[in-house]
């Protein structure tokens, strides 16, 4: 009961947490605004750059974060194509680019197009390869068996992409696991290393005949349980002191939304937000 108890109490904070972050007209002054755009979600992770945030693959769903910024090279290449179409928009573009560079942004972002549509997938693409490059440089490391068997099917990239997902699907998520926490990264590794163990010695004892080794071969299987029992009574508290992490944070923003809450309620607040958004109404950059 307390356990189900506990599970309710954590839907319903993650469910407060995100009424408090729908748009809401009047939300303090302008420096409270910035400084709440700043704020990253605690559920955000590393991905790829990319439109609307850092979104890559990996456990825990899309991920959110600042929108990137395009480079000079990737602007000119969108003002480009965007002076093929629209020639006219492409000069207030490049005017707006000077006056109001926040605008321009977002501007190419809604006239980009297809142009725009390439530089985020190249991005991707880019930000995939890297990864690839690293978990085989972990895999080398980490994992040497597993490593060489890829090698030797580099000639023949059918079979080198087979096992490469095999092994991505077993390994991936060890290897994000270490980048985020490299203390569950080595339990982890240490977990699948003996389970390597164990079924060595299954198939020995599947072979062995004589009673004195087999027995020799049990106490080791009996010991090789053991080991892998205890790193995961350690995975699980490495578990619940995240997630009790998570859970103090949850109130904190709680408590945090209740203030913001309470001082939208002033009438004087009201009153500011409402007069300077008249102001930007009736005089619109």
């Not at 769903?61 to 929108?67: C, L, V």
């Not at 942004?105 to 995939?128: A, M, N, P, S, T």
């Not at 103090?248 to 009153?271: C, G, T």
């Amino acid at each position: 009961m307390k356990a189900k108890y506990g599970l309710f109490l954590i839907l319903m904070l993650a469910v407060m947490i995100t009424v408090s972050a729908l748009p809401c007209r009047a939300q303090g002054t302008s420096e409270e605004k910035k400084a709440e755009e700043k704020k990253e979600d605690i559920w955000t992770q590393e991905g790829p750059p990319g439109p609307g945030g850092r979104g890559g693959p990996g456990r825990g769903g899309p991920r959110r974060g600042p929108r990137f910024d395009l480079t000079d090279e990737e602007i000119g290449r969108i003002l480009k194509s965007i002076r093929e179409s629209k020639p006219e928009k492409a000069k207030e573009l490049e005017k707006m680019r000077k006056d109001d560079p926040n605008n321009f942004q977002e501007q190419l972002r809604e006239y980009g197009g297809d142009e725009f549509g390439k530089i985020v997938r190249e991005r991707i693409d880019k930000w995939r390869e890297q990864m690839r490059e690293e978990f085989l440089k972990w895999l080398e490391e980490n994992f040497r068996r597993q490593a060489e068997e890829l090698k030797r099917l580099q000639d023949d990239p059918d079979l080198y992409w087979k096992k490469y997902e095999i092994i991505r699907r077993k390994f991936w998520p060890i290897f994000e696991a270490e980048r985020r926490n490299p203390e569950l990264g080595e339990i982890l590794k240490e977990k699948v290393r003996i389970e390597y163990w164990r079924d060595r010695l299954l198939r020995q004892l599947g072979h062995e005949r004589n009673e004195k080794k087999k027995q020799e071969l049990i106490n080791k299987l009996r010991e090789a349980l053991g080991r892998w029992y205890d790193l995961r009574v350690r995975e699980k508290e490495i578990g619940y002191k995240w997630l009790r992490e998570r859970l103090e944070e949850l109130k904190k923003r709680v408590e945090e939304s209740q203030e913001e809450i309470k001082k939208l309620k002033e009438p004087e607040v009201k009153k500011k937000e409402v007069d300077e958004q008249i102001k930007d109404l009736l005089n619109p950059k």
